[in-house]
């Protein structure tokens, strides 16, 4: 008999699929959040009968369980933990541990593309072009490959899964990957997702309007309440906000808070570690505690959202040799202007002091510290033209 404790996302499950397409009616199944798989655990050492091989995926159990863990592995030789989050790379120096991040060509592993080598290279599983094609798009999916890739296909099936139950996208993918030879979607699924890609983007449109911004440490973070698309929200918003270390988002029915970046200089795992969570580099998260109530929700109340640059501007454009204009919400006026190869600020009409070797960086200290907007084409002309009218 086995049995599989994994994540309860697109990896997790895709490891619960690779189980099932391997072991049949022989492998019971049960998918966590971080927090329940303690109790599975507990559960196993308790209950299971010692010929049950466990398998734990995209998930790590925490320090008394992984000493529990290990004395029962002793004693049964039957536990195989599979990850690729770095907060969990120490359990590589147990021998029922495989934790992997990168792979020697470089590429992010997932979760279900580990479980899915190790099930083949121990002759559990036969690989098929079809199960090729599905453990690539969950991959894919998991590390944001795909949004560099452009691959849609591996943000449909991560769509597809959070529009049908746990048990039904089992079901269909189990049905799916035996009886066809290559993995596709079906002409009412794609145009369920093609919907559900509408949804999301107007769901982040709004969500766009409602991010404070907090210096927390030595880190900017953008904070934003979201219960759903949690992954999208975090990239779009880094991708909005450049001058933002990360953000942090917030599901108060859950008690939960993600931790998005896109930048290579921040380790979201190392923030969420301090507060009690983990992740990856990229990707973390932790609970909603007392201290990190205080940090992102008591102290954040109060805070107006950050105002979003103007969209459609001609004339008020970023890196002009006109200047960039900006105003914050007490309705003082910057310009971003080049002079010399270097970038300078004028605060309403005060060169400031600091220079920058880039329009990205003089922008990047407007937003910070000022909370800046590019402001719009109108609001633009019309200080030029008053500017004109004084100066004459
Ligand atoms: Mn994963």
Same mark, same amino acid.
């Given at each position: 008999?086995?049995?599989?404790?994994?994540?309860?996302?697109?990896?997790?499950?895709?490891?619960?699929?690779?189980?099932?397409?391997?072991?049949? +009616? %022989?492998?019971?199944?049960?998918?966590?959040?971080?927090?329940?798989?303690?109790?599975?655990?507990?559960?196993?050492?308790?209950?299971?009968?010692?010929?049950? *091989?466990?398998?734990?995926? %995209?998930?790590?159990?925490?320090?008394?369980?992984?000493?529990?863990?290990?004395?029962?592995?002793?004693?049964?030789?039957?536990?195989?933990?599979?990850?690729?989050?770095?907060?969990?790379?120490?359990?590589?120096?147990?021998?029922?541990?495989?934790?992997?991040?990168?792979?020697?060509?470089?590429?992010?592993?997932?979760?279900?593309?580990?479980?899915? +080598? *190790?099930?083949?290279?121990?002759?559990?599983?036969?690989?098929?072009?079809?199960?090729? $094609?599905?453990?690539?798009?969950?991959? +894919?999916?998991?590390?944001?490959?795909?949004?560099?890739?452009?691959?849609?296909?591996?943000?449909?099936?991560?769509?597809? *899964?959070?529009?049908?139950?746990?048990?039904? @996208?089992?079901?269909?993918?189990?049905?799916?990957?035996?009886?066809?030879?290559?993995?596709?979607?079906? $002409?009412?699924?794609?145009?369920?997702?093609?919907?559900?890609?509408?949804?999301?983007?107007?769901?982040?449109?709004?969500?766009?309007?409602?991010?404070? +911004?907090?210096?927390?440490?030595?880190?900017?973070?953008?904070?934003?309440?979201?219960?759903?698309?949690?992954?999208?929200?975090?990239?779009?918003?880094?991708?909005?906000?450049?001058?933002?270390?990360?953000?942090?988002?917030?599901?108060?029915?859950?008690?939960?808070?993600? @931790?998005?970046?896109?930048?290579?200089?921040?380790?979201?795992?190392?923030?969420?570690?301090?507060?009690?969570?983990?992740?990856?580099?990229?990707?973390?998260?932790?609970?909603?505690?007392?201290?990190?109530?205080?940090?992102?929700?008591?102290?954040?109340?109060?805070?107006?959202?950050?105002?979003? %640059?103007?969209?459609?501007?001609?004339?008020?454009?970023?890196?002009?040799?006109?200047?960039?204009?900006?105003?914050?919400?007490?309705?003082?006026?910057? @310009?971003?202007?080049?002079?010399?190869?270097?970038?300078?600020?004028?605060?309403?009409?005060?060169?400031?002091?600091?220079?920058?070797?880039?329009?990205?960086?003089?922008?990047?200290?407007?937003?910070?510290?000022? $909370?800046?907007?590019?402001?719009?084409?109108?609001? @633009?002309?019309?200080?030029?033209?008053?500017?004109?009218?004084?100066?004459?």
């Amino acid at each position: 008999m086995y049995k599989l404790l994994s994540h309860n996302d697109l990896d997790g499950v895709g490891c619960g699929i690779l189980a099932k397409l391997a072991f049949g +009616q %022989d492998v019971k199944v049960r998918y966590n959040s971080i927090a329940s798989l303690e109790r599975e655990i507990e559960y196993f050492l308790e209950n299971d009968l010692p010929d049950t *091989f466990l398998f734990i995926t %995209d998930l790590s159990p925490s320090e008394e369980n992984e000493k529990r863990l290990n004395a029962h592995f002793k004693q049964y030789k039957n536990i195989q933990l599979i990850d690729h989050h770095k907060t969990t790379l120490h359990f590589n120096e147990y021998d029922w541990g495989t934790v992997l991040v990168e792979n020697e060509e470089g590429k992010l592993e997932s979760a279900t593309s580990l479980f899915y +080598q *190790f099930l083949v290279a121990n002759e559990l599983l036969k690989p098929t072009e079809a199960i090729d $094609e599905f453990v690539k798009l969950v991959r +894919q999916y998991d590390t944001w490959e795909w949004e560099k890739n452009d691959n849609h296909k591996a943000h449909f099936l991560n769509s597809l *899964f959070f529009l049908v139950s746990i048990d039904e @996208f089992e079901e269909t993918m189990i049905d799916r990957l035996t009886s066809s030879e290559h993995f596709d979607f079906d $002409e009412f699924e794609k145009k369920l997702l093609n919907m559900e890609e509408d949804r999301i983007e107007r769901y982040i449109r709004r969500k766009k309007r409602e991010v404070v +911004q907090i210096k927390n440490d030595e880190y900017f973070a953008g904070v934003v309440y979201a219960e759903s698309y949690h992954s999208e929200l975090g990239n779009e918003l880094s991708k909005e906000h450049p001058h933002l270390d990360y953000i942090a988002i917030l599901n108060m029915g859950s008690k939960k808070i993600s @931790f998005r970046t896109i930048h290579d200089h921040v380790d979201v795992s190392e923030i969420a570690t301090v507060y009690g969570g983990g992740g990856h580099q990229k990707a973390a998260g932790c609970n909603l505690t007392e201290e990190t109530y205080q940090i992102f929700v008591q102290n954040t109340f109060q805070l107006d959202p950050m105002p979003q %640059d103007a969209k459609y501007n001609r004339y008020n454009v970023k890196e002009s040799s006109f200047g960039t204009m900006y105003a914050d919400a007490d309705d003082n006026n910057y @310009f971003i202007l080049q002079k010399d190869g270097v970038w300078m600020i004028e605060k309403s009409e005060q060169l400031i002091e600091t220079t920058f070797a880039s329009f990205e960086e003089a922008e990047k200290y407007l937003k910070r510290m000022y $909370e800046a907007y590019l402001v719009r084409d109108e609001v @633009f002309v019309e200080y030029l033209m008053n500017r004109v009218k004084k100066e004459h």
